[in-house]
């Protein structure tokens, strides 16, 4: 199990220069990649961004490539000499051919942007990923390391919690036992002083008493809460729990809470259905923090 949150880096040297990766993930219903990548190694980006795809799950995920030339190892700046040629040719032959007066001075040579050329060859980019994929690795299996450290703490929380309503449930399948002998005894108390005599018909009590019991009857949503909670308990015990097969649990569990409250008259099953709802958010919540 692990959390949507984490954070790792890596580094390392080539024979041009230094590469350090950061990734960072955060909470997000889908996977969401941000990639920042260093001009010299932006043709790498696709292939970086591809990867990524197929590594990661669930996230924002934000991935920081840097890259920093060793030094000495960038080319100098070089004069375009052709260039230079071209200017005092041209200055010559305007105050020769065309009689213009003035002469060329250094400060307006120098601002020709043509008579410096800047370096071509950047990094080699197959030699360059050979460097980057193994930092990429490196930086994405430490924050799966963090996350899967977050991951156990969410694990412990919420199998504490699961726990929790398991019991509460185990409440409410007690509490709901005495509810047709509870009924049966106010159903007698009502007719007997609306009427004001004592005898009753025991056989019209009882055919009250199964229609009232029928329609409060809970066992159906017990049983598959039961079932929801156990599979919850499971999940988390191996580690095979997921954020979104948590959610989905969590809505399961709710609309069976919601159907016992509903159906249950009594106060009692009707305070824990209510501390039931509220451990319930508190696992959905949860749940958008495990991948």
């Given amino acids: 199990m692990k959390s949507m949150t984490g954070f790792g880096s890596a580094e390392k040297e080539g024979r041009g220069g230094a590469i350090r990766i950061e990734t960072r993930s955060y909470n997000h219903r889908f996977l969401d990649l941000r990639l920042r990548v260093a001009r010299p190694l932006q043709p790498l980006e696709p292939r970086i961004y591809q990867w990524a795809r197929d590594r990661l799950v669930r996230g924002r995920v934000e991935l920081s490539v840097h890259w920093e030339e060793q030094a000495g190892a960038a080319q100098p700046l070089r004069l375009n000499e052709a260039a230079l040629t071209f200017y005092l040719d041209l200055e010559k032959r305007l105050r020769e051919e065309f009689g213009v007066g003035g002469s060329l001075d250094m400060q307006s040579l120098v601002r020709q942007r043509d008579l410096v050329i800047l370096p071509e060859e950047g990094p080699d980019i197959e030699e360059e990923w050979a460097l980057v994929l193994p930092t990429l690795e490196e930086a994405v299996e430490k924050m799966e390391q963090m996350q899967q450290r977050e991951g156990r703490v969410l694990q412990e929380d919420l199998l504490s919690r699961i726990r929790r309503l398991m019991e509460q449930q185990a409440r409410i399948e007690?509490?709901?036992?005495?509810?047709?002998?509870?009924?049966?005894?106010?159903?007698?108390?009502?007719?007997?002083?609306?009427?004001?005599?004592?005898?009753?018909?025991?056989?019209?009590?009882?055919?009250?008493?199964?229609?009232?019991?029928?329609?409060?009857?809970?066992?159906?949503?017990?049983?598959?809460?039961?079932?929801?909670?156990e599979s919850c308990e499971k999940a988390l015990l191996d580690g095979s729990m997921t954020g979104k097969r948590l959610e989905f649990l969590t809505q399961e569990i709710n609309r069976e809470v919601n159907t016992i409250g509903s159906k249950t008259p009594s106060a009692d099953v009707t305070y824990v259905v209510v501390d039931m709802k509220s451990e319930l958010e508190k696992i959905r919540e949860q749940s958008q923090n495990l991948q």
């Fill in 174 to 229: 007690t509490l709901s036992e005495d509810v047709p002998a509870r009924f049966r005894e106010r159903l007698e108390e009502r007719i007997a002083s609306l009427v004001n005599r004592p005898e009753l018909d025991p056989q019209r009590i009882a055919q009250e008493v199964v229609l009232y019991t029928d329609k409060t009857d809970v066992t159906e949503e017990t049983v598959r809460l039961t079932s929801h909670l």
